[in-house]
């Protein structure tokens, strides 16, 4: 796929990924509608642009309407949604509020889901358009110390199949984004506090917000199907599949230290 000329729209947009994601496509000549909670955040990801900038909480149904239709009165279509908002969660899944598990799995799970069904029927009319839901490595192989993060990414990763199955004969692709560990403020906007530090110092094969993005512009480009990235995360997810028990005991380990 071409992005020149796409409209596109990203939430989270206003750091991390999502600011990565609008520069990076910007760049590719892509049209830009943004959303996240940070206005002021939003107009620094997007200078220079005509990007339409729409701030407001997604988990709330009115602003996942608003923002679509505003884009769609602006642009006139929307050809690659990309549902990059989300939290973490760094408290164990036995003792976490419910209320903190609702609200992390409102933003990651319920916002990503309502902002699809307002955005695909659009797609289908048109019989055209890829949607792009960042999950995580978290979303492959559970991380003990991010254990209901996890289960929201793996929530993500099965719509994300699914979708693809059900919209194959309407002309409309989805895209699954596996980020391994992003240097990005994720772990200061995390629900029970920061990453420990037995986990922060633990981490390998770090990558850029920047890294990502492109990442995930090149899997648009060749309408991939998963994206993995770094592409070094592969090796993680296959030796979960092959010896599961040898990874548990090891990811059991690294947790009891935290």
């Known amino acids: 796929m071409r992005l020149d000329g796409k409209v596109t729209l990203i939430t989270g947009a206003s750091e991390g990924i999502g600011a990565a994601c609008a520069a990076e496509?910007?760049?590719?000549?892509?049209?830009?509608?943004?959303?996240?909670?940070?206005?002021?955040?939003?107009?620094?990801?997007?200078?220079?642009?005509?990007?339409l900038?729409?701030?407001?909480?997604?988990?709330?149904?009115?602003?996942?309407?608003?923002?679509?239709?505003?884009?769609?009165?602006?642009?006139?279509?929307?050809?690659?949604?990309?549902?990059?908002?989300?939290?973490?969660?760094?408290?164990?899944?036995?003792?976490?509020?419910?209320?903190?598990?609702?609200?992390?799995?409102?933003?990651?799970?319920?916002?990503?889901?309502?902002?699809?069904?307002?955005?695909?029927?659009?797609?289908?009319?048109?019989?055209?358009?890829t949607v792009v839901n960042v999950s995580s490595i978290a979303g492959k192989v559970p991380l003990p110390w991010l254990t209901l993060y996890s289960a929201s990414k793996f929530a993500v990763g099965a719509f994300t199949e699914g979708l693809r199955m059900e919209l194959k004969r309407d002309g409309v692709r989805t895209l699954l984004v596996c980020p391994g560990y992003v240097r990005t403020r994720f772990q200061q906007h995390a629900r029970g506090g920061p990453a420990p530090d037995a986990i922060l110092s633990a981490r390998r094969f770090t990558i850029t917000a920047e890294t990502c993005a492109a990442a995930i512009r090149r899997g648009v480009e060749r309408e991939a199907r998963t994206v993995v990235t770094p592409r070094t995360g592969w090796l993680f997810i296959l030796a979960m599949r092959l010896f599961p028990a040898f990874v548990e005991s090891r990811m059991a380990a690294i947790n009891q230290t935290a």
């Open 25 to 51: 496509f910007a760049r590719a000549g892509a049209r830009l509608s943004l959303t996240a909670r940070s206005e002021a955040g939003l107009r620094a990801a997007a200078p220079g642009t005509d990007a």
């Open 53 to 129: 900038i729409t701030p407001g909480d997604i988990t709330r149904e009115e602003t996942r309407r608003a923002v679509v239709e505003r884009t769609l009165e602006r642009f006139g279509a929307i050809d690659i949604l990309i549902n990059n908002a989300g939290a973490g969660l760094y408290l164990p899944s036995w003792s976490a509020a419910m209320h903190e598990v609702r609200a992390m799995m409102e933003l990651n799970f319920f916002a990503l889901v309502g902002l699809t069904q307002l955005v695909v029927p659009h797609m289908r009319a048109r019989r055209s358009g």
